[in-house]
């Protein structure tokens, strides 16, 4: 067990309708990554947050926002939702910002699927 | 931007026997970090092993080792003695140590079998 949890597990949702993927980071975590895992792309970095700011962006499309908030769990808001939408969202957390070279931790992710 | 790239797609080998995966990556920066994950089929993504760039030494994880080339760009990874529960897809990933909020960028991953 990682210690990120992730909620839900699964998501079925039709296409235009909006959801929200939560995280809890791993206790005394500061740092949270947000990943999409499709199965022809990989693993796409989208966004971090760092004690409730903005660190780093990735392809994150503008359809997608996201927050982490002061007791630092985060939200991934995906709107306006295509069938390409439809993959497992991870989020991962770390103690530090990233230069210290702490590993990443990774819920189980959220498996989305736009119907 | 930093790349990583896993040139073997697919790979297998037998119970008990050694297997080498490996990673290259591309970067104009000195200080970083590399890691290892595993993804079996539950999904779940593993810390498997991290090797930090300025360390000639490289890291070793019980039967899971690293050949760590920084002049060449190279970070291999050998598991001994494979197991069945070692089944998976592995990824290697690159982490910057010169910019603040780093992200962890990952390979395209190999899909290792383990035959009994």
């Known amino acids: 067990d990682s210690g990120v949890t992730q909620t839900p597990k699964h998501l079925i949702t039709a296409t235009g309708q909006r959801v929200t993927l939560r995280c809890s980071p791993r206790?005394?975590?500061?740092?949270v990554y947000w990943y999409q895992q499709s199965l022809d792309q990989g693993l796409q970095f989208l966004i971090q947050y760092y004690n409730g700011e903005e660190r780093a962006k990735g392809n994150i499309l503008e359809r997608f926002s996201a927050q982490q908030f002061p007791d630092l769990h985060s939200e991934l808001n995906l709107s306006s939702l295509e069938l390409g939408d439809s993959a497992l969202y991870f989020c991962a957390s770390s103690s530090g910002q990233g230069k210290e070279g702490s590993p990443l931790h990774f819920g189980n992710g959220t498996r989305l699927t736009v119907t | 931007a930093q790349t990583v790239t896993q040139s073997q797609p697919e790979m297998s080998v037998q119970e008990a026997e050694t297997v080498t995966l490996s990673c290259t990556y591309d970067?104009?920066?000195?200080?970083?970090?590399l890691f290892w994950y595993k993804q079996p089929p539950s999904r779940q993504m593993i810390l498997v092993i991290r090797q930090e760039a300025y360390k000639q030494q490289n890291a070793t994880e019980n039967r899971f080792s690293v050949n760590f080339q920084k002049a060449a760009k190279s970070f291999s990874l050998k598991i001994s003695d494979s197991q069945l529960g070692d089944a998976a897809m592995y990824f290697c990933a690159y982490r910057s140590a010169e910019t603040s909020g780093s992200r962890l960028t990952f390979g395209e991953g190999t899909q290792l079998t383990v035959n009994p």
């Open positions: 970067t104009s920066e000195s200080d970083y970090y």
């Open positions: 206790s005394g975590d500061l740092s």
